[in-house]
């Protein structure tokens, strides 16, 4: 429909001009599919406004014509959580042309950028002063800052650093109403009731559209040493973690784990990569210690795991040419696994100290009850949240499989998680992927409290509809 025939549309090219709104399908059609090509909706158009005002001014049109917003930044997201639905009436609002760093105060290791800042850029931004964002993850050449916020992303330094919501300092955001909430200026101490800023740390634009952040840097690390182990078996990588975390201390920055089978799937998938070992092993973890001598720190704790036998051979990397090489074999993971065909993703976590027996107990359940499948689990050990997947059998079709057995096998898998004490998304949020089994899983009075919150800060539903809490319809 032309602007013309459209009032909202006529009133929203007006605010934002041609540069900011565009209801051109071909324009909107890479947008409207999310990264991993499970949800494709439609949308009354896509606006990009150019600042917090303009959002504000827009979300305020948006209201009056009673027009959901879908808000989105990088659209790498994992859980459909920026992809509009099917019936078209929903407003696009993208981030990314909101995309300065305003401030970078070195001596205070603050950054104030806005959501559509770009990670790396971030990190290259950070790095001219000295100085690094600590999070970082395969994606961080799409993803944004809003994005990040809005899902609280992990990534693969939580293990020394935290997930995003412990790098946000404060938060500039527009709320349903049009109003902006600004409290960018970081305070150490502040007992001036609820930190709200917190309401909007993995909310997924369902309470408000974050606009900027004030993040916390870190200093440069002045040296790394990055090694590649090749371990037994999952319960030997526990052994390992426990080990490194007691020999380096705060120098152990991250430590990740993947089968086999997943290096076998990136080697096929990245054609000039190269083992990091001579030989084949059951499980692989990947270390990196951080600090002003971490290569005797490392020599030291890998002597002693050799000592101990909880590791069957490492190679240490000799540049950081070669390190860089090693964090791309674990980066291309997600990628790769994708390209073997249709798989259920699934981001979980349990308690630290039982992962290790989780992997044992799950992938054996998941393979026997759907011959045919492969399952496998890889990331974050040292958080206790890893990427557990199952594979569809060769040759299925897709959307039959994953509308059938996948989705029994991502209730099953779901169920398991819930047993075990654990959560069905670790890192990267609810999204639309996990409404329903969050609705079913979920503690009724944390949901019944998540619904308050969000029709206290959006009575009228138009913010993301359909994300993080299952759509109900108006009592009478």
Known sequence: MSPAADPFLSEALALLGPRGLTADAELME???TDWRGRYTGAAHALASPADAQELAALVRLCARHGVPIVPQ???????????????GVALIVSLRRMNAIRRLD???????????????????????H??????????????????????????????????????????EAVLADGTIYSALTPLKKDNRGWDLKQLFIGSEGTLGLVTAATLRLVPAAPARMVVWAGLSSIQQARAL??????????????????????????????????????????WHALI??????????????????????????????????????????????????????PAMQHDIAVPVERMADFLEAAVPAMESRWPGTRAFGFGHLGDGNV??????????????????DGK???????????????????????????????????????????????GALDPDGLLNPGKLLARRAPTA
């Not at 559509?116 to 990190?123: E, F, K, P, T």
């Not at 609280?152 to 939580?158: D, E, I, L, P």
């Not at 201390?249 to 290096?263: D, H, I, N």
């Not at 898998?413 to 899983?441: C, F, M, P, Y």
Request: proline share 5%; aromatic share 4%; hydrophobic share 45%.
């Open 30 to 32: 890479p947008w409207l």
């Open 408 to 454: 029994a096998i991502s209730q099953a898998v779901d169920d398991l998680v819930t047993a075990w004490n654990g959560t069905i998304s670790a890192e990267h949020g609810i999204g639309q992927l996990k409404v329903d089994e969050l609705e079913r899983l979920g503690d009724p009075v944390a949901l019944a409290l998540l619904r308050k919150v969000k």
């Open 73 to 87: 930044g990088g659209n790498s997201g994992m859980s459909g959580g920026a992809t509009p639905d099917a019936s």
């Open 387 to 404: 990427h557990f997947h199952v594979q569809a059998p060769a040759g299925v079709d897709r959307a039959a499989w994953e509308a059938g």
């Open 288 to 341: 990196e210690l951080v600090g002003d001598d971490p290569q005797a720190t490392g020599e030291a704790m890998l002597a002693s795991a050799l000592e101990a036998g909880l590791l069957e051979d490492a190679v240490v990397a000799a540049s950081e040419t070669q390190a860089d090489a090693f964090w791309n074999l674990r980066e291309s993971i997600s990628p790769a696994e994708r390209a073997k065909g």
């Open 241 to 282: 973690l426990l080990h490194c975390e007691a020999q380096a201390g705060q120098a152990l920055e991250g430590f990740e784990v993947l089968p086999q089978s997943c290096l076998d799937a990136v080697l096929a998938y990245l054609p000039d990569a190269r083992a990091p070992l001579e030989g084949k092993h059951p």
């Open 130 to 171: 000295g100085l690094r964002f600590p999070l970082t993850l395969g994606g961080k050449g799409s993803a944004t800052v809003g994005g990040l916020i809005s899902t609280n992303a992990g990534g693969t330094q939580v293990l020394r650093h935290g997930s995003m919501r412990a790098q946000v300092l404060g938060i």
């Open 106 to 128: 070195p001596q205070g290791r603050t950054v104030v950028c806005e959501a559509g800042v770009i990670l790396q850029d971030l990190h290259e931004a950070a790095e001219a």
